[in-house]
């Protein structure tokens, strides 16, 4: 098993639909990171979370940090084409400053 | 301007040959970064490389070692490239080691025949 777990692994919905894409981490969570890959390209970051109970959004998008429960949550509001993509939730796990990327979630909106 | 550059993009190269893989970064960082995307699109840490302190991921083989002439620049050499090793390699970068927005370049597909 990976120390960063996405779910769902895809997930296909219409334009406008509402979704939710979740991180669990097997360890302490010190900071979470959220990124989107499009297709084919490289990651460009979301956003960064760093406290327990953080809370942030940009557009469309908002991101929670539940410490306790070493869990992150990504929410799409009314998605869009554009928000299709590869999202990767990723964290520094252990010492010496290695960062560890989730397994991905593939979204695909459907005009 | 890019910020974080790789070249090349797509390398295709028989089994044993050993290739380079170089990536640049003109954002004035002081840690960098290579990452390996399987078929499953699964992103795994390879090395990261901080103010001439480098990390390895204990699973990488030592067939693949990074080499960093300056602060901009981390390449990747592979040495006797197996069918294994095809993926798309990423090179990233970010101010502080594992901390913060990491960039990353735009990736290298390297297909093992």
């Known amino acids: 098993s990976q120390e960063l777990e996405q779910s769902p692994q895809s997930l296909i919905v219409q334009e406008g639909k509402n979704l939710t894409i979740n991180c669990t981490s097997s360890k302490t969570l010190y900071g979470l990171y959220w990124y989107k890959q499009k297709y084919g390209e490289g990651l460009i970051f979301l956003m960064m979370?760093?406290?327990?109970?953080e809370e942030k959004s940009h557009e469309k998008i908002t991101a929670k940090l539940d410490e306790k429960k070493q869990q992150s949550s990504l929410h799409i509001t009314a998605s869009q084409p554009s928000h299709a993509g590869i999202y990767l939730c990723g964290a520094p796990l252990r010492t010496g400053n290695q960062f560890y990327f989730g397994t991905g979630t593939s979204l695909t909106v459907i005009p | 301007d890019t910020a974080v550059s790789q070249t090349p993009k797509y390398l295709v190269t028989q089994m044993g040959n050993d290739k380079s893989i170089k990536c640049e970064q003109n954002l004035g960082h002081d840690t960098m970064y290579w990452y390996k995307q399987d078929s499953k699109k699964f992103l795994k840490i390879m090395f990261s490389?901080?103010?001439?302190?480098?990390?390895i991921n204990e699973t990488v083989p030592n067939r693949f070692s990074p080499k960093s002439p300056d602060k901009a620049h981390l390449n990747l050499h592979i040495n006797s490239l197996e069918l294994g090793d095809s993926a798309v390699y990423f090179c990233?970068?970010?101010?502080?080691?594992?901390?913060?927005?990491?960039?990353f370049g735009p990736g290298t597909r390297l297909t093992v025949l």
């Open positions: 990233a970068s970010s101010a502080l080691a594992g901390v913060g927005e990491q960039f």
């Open positions: 979370l760093q406290k327990g109970g």
């Open positions: 490389y901080n103010n001439k302190e480098l990390i």
